[in-house]
């Protein structure tokens, strides 16, 4: 079992729709949560960086932890076309330590 | 904003040959990542470096090494290459001391072909 587990989609959704994606982990000592977003054939892209449990709103996206059930979620409101991209989240136990990834969940919005 | 610099953008090698991958870190950060990405992967952590000295090691083949400079760039080489060492290859820097410590930001990646 990979210590992250996520989704890989693909998800479809219609222009404006709230987008819901999400990733379970099994290692309790993960206190620094991100989202990526990767186009594809580009490096991935840094949305969301959480330390810990909470939520964290930054415009359109809004990332949530919720390290009790060791789950951490990504709300995407009023989604558009150009958010179509894969979403990886990823988390790591100390400051400076490597990341660990989700497979990735694809997304597509549809005009 | 400076991004983190990556060069080649592309190569493309034959087996057996060598590579070299370079890695420009965003400015007044110490610490540079490696990733190799697959097709349809999830970026796998190779390697990074702090200060110029080896932080921590992932799934690296003993047939690459690499090292970070004086000016905080990094360099991955790669020898003996094999057919399955075709990837996208991410460097990502990150820094202890500004806001979000320890976010690793990505370069545009290397896109390794090897035949």
């Known amino acids: 079992q990979k210590e992250v587990e996520q989704d890989p989609g693909p998800l479809s959704v219609p222009e404006g729709a709230i987008v819901s994606l999400n990733c379970t982990y099994s290692?309790?000592?993960?206190?620094?949560f991100m989202w990526y977003r990767q186009y594809s054939r580009k490096g991935p892209e840094l949305l969301m960086y959480t330390y810990s449990s909470g939520n964290k709103e930054d415009g359109r996206f809004t990332a949530q932890v919720d390290k009790s059930s060791k789950y951490i979620s990504l709300f995407i409101r009023d989604s558009q076309p150009s958010d179509s991209a894969t979403y990886l989240c990823a988390m790591k136990d100390g400051s400076q330590g490597n990341l660990i990834f989700g497979k990735g969940t694809k997304l597509s919005v549809k005009p | 904003a400076a991004g983190v610099i990556q060069s080649p953008r592309h190569l493309i090698k034959e087996k057996r040959e060598t590579a070299t991958l370079k890695c420009y870190p965003i400015p007044r950060h110490d610490t540079v990542y490696w990733y190799q990405q697959g097709p349809g992967q999830d970026p796998q952590f190779l390697i990074s470096?702090?200060?110029?000295?080896?932080?921590d090691k992932g799934s690296i083949p003993d047939r690459f090494s690499a090292q970070q400079f004086s000016d905080y760039h990094s360099e991955l080489n790669m020898s003996s290459l094999e057919l399955g060492d075709s990837a996208l290859y991410f460097c990502?820097?990150?820094?202890?001391?500004?806001?979000?410590?320890?976010?690793?930001?990505f370069g545009p990646g290397t896109r390794l072909l090897v035949l």
């Open positions: 470096f702090y200060e110029k000295m080896q932080s």
């Open positions: 290692n309790s000592a993960f206190q620094y």
């Open positions: 990502a820097s990150s820094s202890p001391m500004v806001e979000g410590r320890g976010t690793q930001y």
